[in-house]
T-cell receptor
């Protein structure tokens, strides 16, 4: 099956810093989503972004499908950004709604 | 509009007991799925469904059954619980046709099998 690798596995920031999270995948995809899991366990969809660039406030994401990677940018980080960020992909050769998740990046933002 | 509702939030079972984890969505989503989350493993797909009467296996289906009799509900059954099924279970839904949108997750069920 498709492989999804996220980096870095852990990241510690001071409040106000910027960060870039990366997601590499091993095959063509037609579905890519970024999620944030907060410290209470809730999973929130951040972006549906199989290609191109999107922005939502301090967060933005870019997917370069031809080079098989996606980036999530967090600017001016806040303590509420802490949690685990997951990338999940849907394989082009399969069902575009069935997602395979990476192992996540644990982000800690200190005040 | 409640989104995806999972019950119960917490459950402790003894080995060999059976139980059903409930999942309901009110967004008329065709696709529903169950994931389990274990430390260091990310989320792994158990079973999924693309509509009423249609289900299929995911990455880790053994020990679990599902059915989809209505668009709204997608229960997950553990027939004989084992300690290896101790995990946090998430139900998710999305559109499967037309304009794709992101997944919506339920709040999770934390299951402990002793």
């Amino acid at each position: 099956g498709i492989q999804v690798e996220q980096s870095p596995p852990d990241l510690i920031l001071q409040e106000g810093a910027n960060s870039t999270l990366r997601c590499n995948f091993s095959d063509s995809v037609n579905n890519l989503q970024w999620f944030h899991q907060n410290p209470w366990g809730q999973l929130i969809n951040l972006f549906y972004i199989p290609s191109g660039t999107k922005q939502n406030g301090r967060l933005s994401a870019t997917t370069v499908a031809t080079e098989r990677y996606s980036l999530l940018y967090i600017s001016s980080s806040q303590t509420t950004d802490s949690g685990v960020y997951f990338c999940a992909v849907g394989y082009s050769g399969g069902s575009n709604y069935k997602l395979t998740f990476g192992k996540g990046t644990l982000l800690t933002v200190n005040p | 509009n409640a989104g995806v509702t999972q019950t119960p939030k917490f459950q402790v079972l003894k080995t060999g007991q059976s139980m059903t984890l409930q999942c309901a969505q009110d967004m008329n989503h065709e696709y529903m799925s169950w994931y389990r989350q274990d430390p260091g493993m990310g989320l792994r797909l158990i079973h999924y469904s693309v509509g009423a009467g249609i289900t299929d296996q995911g990455e880790v289906p053994n020990g679990y059954n599902v059915s989809r009799s209505t668009t709204e509900d997608f229960p997950l059954r553990l027939l004989s619980a084992a300690p290896s099924q101790t995990s946090v279970y998430f139900c998710a839904s999305s559109k499967a046709r037309g304009r794709m949108m992101g997944y919506t997750f339920g709040s999770g069920t934390r299951l402990t099998v002793v």
